[in-house]
């Protein structure tokens, strides 16, 4: 069971987690939405779902305790257990939000969000940084989990807020594997002291929990490149390898190792380590993958 996360958190002085009050079996505890900053005027990253009243109270209770608006809300990417809340922010806490501007990267899926007209989206780009009193922010690219995903780098306290890209608690899913190994490699080259997750409680080993994705990701790797090395005069479709390298699964497991096989092929595929032919997969050049 998972453990329990209060729907409100002071985790320092510049930092107070509020929690989306939207648990499933997705968001496990709910989104984590953090407040950072310790002066008038701060940072929300995140906003979680629309529709959930009881986050709008905490978030309201939150900003009236300290005394404090908006001055900027960053989305880490456009799910919409991240997105969803932002336009009841801006409806429910009119007097917090006068001044604020929000922030996301951009992605050919935007014009699927729905985000009121009045609230304009500024573009968020490479290393730009951000300062309010007490926390200078970093924007970190972290695609992967999906194409318009950002992490977040407080200077301060070399943490990163890492949105969907590393979770509190399991392996986070992804749309492109090849892009997430990036991306994770790029925040464990910061040697950060602690990761503040979109979903899940706090994690204070980074550095460990970042090699235990690599290493769950590069064991079914190594299962499939294994496979296609000891079959390299024969090609295989998605369903014939989920059948041959993942032995007697369960049926009800089958569609989700579909969908991981893939991201695994087309990382390769980037890495020109394997070739498609109508839809049919085959090891290339076996020195390619002498590694394994």
């Known amino acids: 069971m998972a453990a329990v996360i209060p729907c409100v958190t002071r985790i320092s002085q510049n930092i107070i987690r509020i929690l ?69 922010i801006f409806e429910h806490l009119k007097d917090k939000t006068k001044h604020c501007q929000v922030w996301k990267h951009p992605s050919p899926k935007d014009s699927g969000l729905n985000i009121p007209k009045h609230i304009e989206i500024e573009n968020f780009k490479e290393g730009q940084e951000f300062a309010v009193e007490g926390a200078t922010i970093r924007i970190l690219r972290s695609p992967g989990h999906t194409d318009d995903h950002v992490a977040f780098h407080l200077l301060e306290d070399n943490a990163v807020f890492s949105g969907d890209c590393i979770l509190g608690d399991g392996v986070a899913v992804c749309e492109d594997l090849f892009d997430q190994v990036h991306s994770l490699g790029e925040i464990a080259s910061l040697r950060p002291s ?97 590694s394994y």
């Open 20 to 88: 989306g009050c939207n648990p499933s079996s997705e968001t496990q505890q709910g989104t984590n939405t953090y407040i950072i900053g310790s002066g008038k005027r701060r940072i929300l990253i995140d906003c979680g779902e629309a529709d959930v009243p009881q986050y709008i109270n905490h978030l309201r209770a939150v900003l009236n305790y300290e005394g404090i608006d908006l001055a900027h809300i960053f989305i880490s990417h456009g799910h919409e257990d991240h997105i969803g809340g932002l336009a009841d």
């Open 194 to 290: 602690v990761v503040y997750p979109g979903h899940g409680n706090i994690i204070h080993n980074p550095i460990e929990t970042i090699h235990f994705y690599m290493q769950h990701q590069m064991q079914r790797e190594r299962m499939i490149i294994e496979f296609l090395i000891n079959n390299k005069s024969q090609s295989f479709n998605n369903e014939d390898l989920v059948k041959l390298v993942y032995e007697n699964l369960p049926e009800k497991q089958v569609k989700a190792a579909l969908t991981s096989i893939n991201h695994h092929l087309l990382k390769l595929l980037k890495e020109d380590r394997v070739r498609n032919s109508n839809g049919k997969w085959q090891i290339n050049d076996i020195q390619l993958v002498a």
